[in-house]
């Protein structure tokens, strides 16, 4: 099984007993080679030799003989190294779900296909993104039977593998990807309506509007990046208001008992005195006043003549510090008390956040050019903060600097730690991007044909929301759902219920049934269906006990009609032109959760539950159903070609 994307490929051999997240997850990319055509799946570095001693220089020019010249061809191919993180001068075969590059993404497949070792009897699933054409299919066929000689190829849409996943077979799926954003409604397992690669609405426009925001403070597009996978950065919803805004204040219910004591409203003192201060301020500074003049009275005679002076001045200022203490402690708590804490606040309240950002970098441009020995390369404290080391210390005993900067290596590559100050910037990550959505998913589900009008509410009330583009952000989804409910949410009332069941032309009933509807000459083709409503025929008969049919309407018409409607409820795919349930939607938008029967996927979430559906639609093809017409065979494709492949595959 093989998921290519714009960003990450995921891949898998065999299918376990429980379904677990890809084995294999390695980044979309190759690097081209030395020879012209070819491709590596890392960098190549060449690694900086340290400068040679003159000494030893001269000894090589003299003493050089064949062991000697081995020892150089080695130390050359040391030289080099695969640099596994960096991604300069990388090519990404696949941008914005199409296929840019073949070259480059056979490369890529040629690689994963490599690193799974498959066995010769295996087939192979390929996950297919919904721009692709009819041609890249083509292509991705003669290119996995010439190469790979596979037994089996299936080709599945990525909207249906979602489907298998959430277990679904009418619902609307909304794939969020790296530069763009899928929408597709399928109905009864078919795709109805489709919005493929609407630009500007994934992962990408999200870092791309933080770096609009934060350029002018000094952020670069990684430093950006790493925001938007931070916790700190989140979506708020629509009506919630940025932390910091003023908040009107409360209004005062009865100004006359406000203005007199100022009990009902805390923020309005009490009374005033005659300076215009308030009066119990001026009782507490009386008390304070006569309390420091007797503290200025002594009895200097006594404590002259008990010859204790220097002890008493001593217990004197030892009894006026802790006074002080004790009035700073009290200070203290009453605005501890009065002001809430910035810790103990949630995120989305806080105006302003710690964000660490790790910075990478290659050993050579952290330690320079190499011709520094172990003991007198620079480490975190002599680059950052610009100051040496103890003695004996080196850059890994010393992960802290004095700046609170921290460097750590992983493979060949090291990583230095800042923090920085972000303030409400971070919130708005996805502004303009949640409309443009929102916008799309109600054009893709309008545009269902008008005879699955009354499917269009179950797509309303089944959203899949898939896609590594929306992973990162906290409160994506239900920023999403509460910008489309403010949007496009109906609210039914009781008349649209009782009139919507019967056809346009007719006439409100009365309860008399003076203007029942009358039987059409074409019930069963009628446009809306020719049923009587259940509700209404009841409301109609309830004063008549004798069971009489309403004027201008036998009984038996009555029972024809119910029979006609019974069975049409009973049989719905009979039925092509009936009217059923409200025209106007949505009346309910709801998201669906996945399915917790696959534990191992309750950490990870749906961002990739597409490659879950690739396992289950894998086990349902080859190994339950062993399904003939849904995936191309070797002796399929020896006999009719590649073109055929659009006879078979999930869509």
């Not at 003991?375 to 890994?396: C, K, Y």
């Not at 998913?441 to 009330?461: K, M, P």
């Not at 259940?534 to 004798?546: D, E, H, K, V, Y």
Request: aromatic share 6%; net charge negative.
């Amino acid at each position: 099984m093989i998921v290519p994307g714009s960003q990450t490929t995921c891949a898998q051999l065999g299918l376990p007993e429980s379904f677990t997240p890809a084995r294999l997850q390695i980044p979309s990319r190759m690097f081209p080679a030395e020879e012209k055509g070819k491709w590596e799946p890392h960098l190549i570095r060449e690694r900086p030799a340290p400068k040679a001693k003159a000494a030893n220089e001269d000894a090589s020019m003299t003493d050089r003989d064949g062991p000697a010249i081995e020892d150089e061809v080695e130390n050359v191919e040391d030289a080099l190294y695969e640099d596994l993180l960096s991604d300069e001068g990388a090519i990404y075969p696949i941008r914005a779900g199409r296929i840019v590059n073949w070259g480059c993404f056979f490369a890529l497949m040629t690689y994963v296909h490599n690193k799974l070792s498959p066995p010769l009897h295996a087939p192979i699933l390929v996950v297919s993104q919904p721009s692709w054409t009819r041609e890249d299919h083509v292509a991705i066929t003669k290119f996995f039977f010439q190469t790979f000689q596979t037994p089996g190829l299936c080709i599945m849409d990525a909207a249906a593998a979602a489907m298998y996943a959430f277990k679904m077979t009418t619902a609307t799926v909304v794939d969020v990807g790296y530069e763009k954003c899928d929408i597709t409604a399928v109905v009864d397992s078919w795709p109805e309506g489709r919005v493929t690669a609407l630009d500007g609405c994934g992962g990408e426009a999200m870092t791309g509007r933080l770096l609009q925001l934060l350029g002018s403070k000094g952020f670069t597009r990684d430093m950006c990046e790493q925001l938007k996978r931070s916790g700190i950065c989140e979506i708020l919803p629509p009506d919630a208001p940025l932390p910091g805004e003023s908040e009107v204040s409360e209004l005062v219910v009865n100004p006359a008992a406000a203005a007199s004591t100022g009990a009902n409203n805390p923020g309005i003192r009490g009374p005033k005195g005659p300076s215009g201060t308030d009066a119990n301020d001026g009782d507490q500074d009386r008390e304070v006043k006569e309390a420091e003049d007797n503290e200025g009275v002594l009895d200097v005679a006594s404590i002259v003549a008990s010859g204790k002076t220097s002890e008493f001045v001593a217990k004197r200022e030892k009894e006026k510090a802790e006074k002080a203490a004790k009035a700073g402690a009290k200070k203290a708590a009453a605005e501890a008390m009065t002001t809430p804490k910035q810790a103990k606040l949630p995120n989305s309240k806080r105006v302003t956040a710690i964000f660490h950002y790790n910075e990478r970098r290659t050993l050579e441009d952290l330690y320079g050019n190499g011709e520094q020995s172990t003991n007198e390369r620079p480490s975190n404290s002599d680059l950052m903060a610009g100051g040496p080391l103890e003695a004996g210390q080196t850059a890994d005993s010393s992960p802290t600097s004095r700046k609170g900067e921290k460097i750590h290596t992983i493979e060949g590559t090291a990583f230095v730690r800042r923090d920085y100050e972000v303030g409400i910037e971070r919130f708005q990550a996805a502004s303009g991007i949640i409309g443009r959505i929102a916008d799309a998913i109600y054009r893709c589900i309008q545009s269902v044909s008008t005879e699955g009008t009354n499917r269009r509410q179950v797509l309303w009330d089944h959203l899949i929301l898939v896609g590594c583009g929306s992973k990162p952000n906290e409160g994506f989804k239900e920023a999403l759902i509460a910008d489309m409910n403010a949007r496009y949410l109906i609210s039914p009332s009781s008349a649209t219920i009782f009139t919507s069941e019967l056809p346009s032309d007719f006439t409100t009933p009365v309860a008399t049934g003076a203007n029942t509807p009358q039987p059409q000459s074409h019930i069963a083709n009628s446009h809306h269906g020719g049923g009587v409503n259940p509700l209404l025929l009841a409301a109609t008969t309830a004063s008549n006990p004798g069971g009489l049919a309403p004027p201008g309407q036998s009984h038996q018409h009555l029972q024809a009609q119910l029979q006609m409607q019974q069975y049409q409820q009973n049989h719905p795919h009979h039925q092509s032109n009936t009217h059923a349930g409200h025209a106007q939607t949505p009346t309910s938008i709801k998201m669906v959760e996945l399915p917790g029967y696959f534990p191992e996927w309750k950490d990870v979430g749906s961002e990739g539950a597409t490659f879950l559906g690739a396992q289950v639609g894998a086990k349902q093809v080859f190994i339950i159903d062993h399904a003939m017409g849904v995936y191309m065979s070797r002796s399929d494709y020896n006999d009719f070609g590649p073109n055929a492949t659009h006879q078979y595959g999930i869509k």
